[in-house]
């Protein structure tokens, strides 16, 4: 698959305005937060990411009790959004569960002509963009031009890779405003509903180098548009949590 570079960058960001807010709107203190994919007001909704692209199919099911999400990417890349109204100020955890059969087949996140993964959850959050170097700027703007929103400051990425080890962070081939946190590698623990947690100020600043701004939102996707094979995952009880809550 030929990668467009730049018109990836612009449908990225563009996509990431739904996890966006309006310059000037206040942070809630850090609470705590369940985002059930089957709470309608929590208000999670597809994104596709560009015209362009196969969209990955979310299907809701029940669990054990619980609602999972499902997605099922066949060469396809797109995301399952949640904004968080009003943002959240940190520090702050974030749990969730996930699950997948399989690995994407030739998939390498170091390298963007593979770059894909079974199970990803992103967060986005705000900042002060002055202070991002001339290039990232314009590409803010082009995406804010093309959306009619702002787009979030910068997005962490936990990723199931295939190759790399847990703890890495995989710079974006693309801007300096996304970064990948490998959060589990390998096929240990295929097949089976997975528990993880992180402490969302500390690898931000393992990421970035600085403290968190504003969380803005949580997303997931499932995607495979690079290797142009197929994925499935679930994703379950996203949650975020506070100190002492």
Known sequence: M?????????????????????????AAACETRDLDFGQKA?????????????????????????????????RAASLYVASLKPPLAMPATLNWRWKTDALVQGAD?????????????LIAFDGDRSKLPEVEQKRFNRAKTLSGREPPY???????????????????????????????????????????????????RLAYGADPGRLLGVAVMTDTDNTGTTATGLYANIRIECPGQ
């Open 109 to 121: 996140n170091r390298k963007k002509e593979l770059e894909d993964a079974p199970l990803r959850v």
């Open 154 to 204: 910068a997005v962490l990425m936990y990723i199931w890779s295939e190759q790399v080890a847990v703890g890495t962070v995989i710079p974006s081939a693309h801007t300096s405003q996304v970064k990948m946190l490998v959060a589990a590698s390998g096929a240990s623990g295929l097949g089976q509903w997975q528990s993880l947690s992180r402490n969302i100020t500390e690898d931000y």
């Open 42 to 74: 929590i208000g999670w909704v597809h994104q596709p990411l560009s015209k362009l692209k196969r969209d990955t199919a979310y299907t809701l099911m029940q669990e054990d009790g619980r609602t999972v999400l499902r997605g099922s990417a066949d």
């Open 2 to 26: 030929h990668y467009r570079s730049r018109n990836f960058i612009a449908h990225f960001l563009v996509c990431c305005t739904t996890l966006g807010v309006a310059s000037g709107s206040f």
